[in-house]
C-alpha cells in the first residue's frame, strides 16, 4: 500500500530561523495535503497542492510539490513561537489520506 | 456554528470492556473518518465511510466496529478484540468541492484501558 514517510521527526529551531521538512511516497500522489496539530490539539487542514511542481506561500510558510508527485516539503522562514506543533503531510489516495509520521518544531526563544 | 463533535473528551475503560466513541458533524458531509493516533507516529486509519450505510475497513481494523446509519454520525466501537487501545482516537469528515478533499477533525478522544 501507499507509505508516507516524513523528516526529520522533531526539529528545534531558534526564534527566527528558518527549516524544512520533507515528505516522500513511495507512489505518485494525485494530491498532497499538509495538516498542523497544535499540542494538545487536533489536526488543521492547512493547503492542499495538485500540480506537479506547485509552489504555494502562506505568509511566512512555503509548500513545494515535486515534478514527479511523489515528493513535497514545507519551508518556514523566520520562525515564530506560533509555529510550535507538529504538521504532517498527507497523501490522496481516492477518498483516504496517508498520513506521514509528522514533524514536531519546537521553537527557543 | 457548523463543526465536528466528539464526546466524550477523555474516557477510562477497564479491560474487556467495550466502549463506543461518538463523533457527530453538521457539515453535510459525505466521508467520514477514524484516525487512531499514537506518541511519535502519525495518523492511522481505522475505518472510513462514503455514504450513508457503508463503510470500508481502513489500515488497521480489527478490533474495531463501525456504523453510519445516519450521515450526520459516525460511532466507533473499540471492542474487547483491540490488543492495545489505549490511543487518541480522531474522527473526521470530508466533501469534494472543487477538486478540494481537505479533511476536517474532531477534537478528539483520550481512551485509556486499564
Known amino acids: 500500500g501507499q507509505q508516507v514517510m516524513q523528516i526529520p521527526q522533531y526539529q528545534h529551531v531558534q526564534e527566527g530561523e528558518d527549516f524544512t521538512t520533507y515528505c516522500n511516497s513511495s507512489t505518485t500522489l494525485s494530491n498532497i495535503q499538509w495538516y498542523k496539530q497544535r499540542p494538545g490539539g487536533h489536526p488543521v487542514f492547512l493547503i492542499q497542492?495538485?500540480?506537479?511542481?506547485e509552489v504555494k506561500k502562506q505568509k511566512r510558510l512555503t509548500f513545494q510539490f515535486g515534478e514527479a508527485k511523489k515528493n513535497s516539503s514545507l519551508h518556514i522562514t523566520a520562525t515564530q513561537t506560533t509555529d510550535v506543533g507538529t504538521y504532517f503531510c498527507a497523501g490522496q489516495n481516492d477518498y483516504k489520506l496517508s498520513f506521514g509520521a509528522g514533524t514536531t518544531v519546537t521553537v527557543r526563544a | 456554528d457548523g463543526g465536528i463533535t466528539q464526546s466524550p473528551k477523555y474516557l477510562f475503560r477497564k479491560e474487556g470492556q467495550n466502549v463506543t466513541l461518538s463523533c457527530e458533524q453538521n457539515?453535510?458531509?459525505?466521508?467520514m473518518y477514524w484516525y487512531r493516533q499514537d506518541p511519535g507516529q502519525g495518523l492511522r486509519l481505522i475505518y472510513y465511510s462514503q455514504i450513508v450505510n457503508d463503510f470500508q475497513k481502513g489500515d488497521i481494523a480489527e478490533g474495531y466496529s463501525v456504523s453510519r446509519e445516519k450521515k450526520e454520525s459516525f460511532p466507533l466501537t473499540v471492542t474487547s478484540a483491540q490488543k492495545n487501545p489505549t490511543a487518541f482516537y480522531l474522527c473526521?469528515?470530508?466533501?469534494?468541492?472543487?477538486?478540494?478533499?481537505?479533511?476536517?477533525f474532531g477534537p478528539g478522544t483520550r481512551l485509556t484501558v486499564t
Open positions: 457539515l453535510n458531509h459525505d466521508a
Open positions: 473526521a469528515s470530508s466533501i469534494r468541492t472543487g477538486g478540494k478533499y481537505e479533511q476536517y
Open positions: 497542492l495538485v500540480k506537479s511542481g
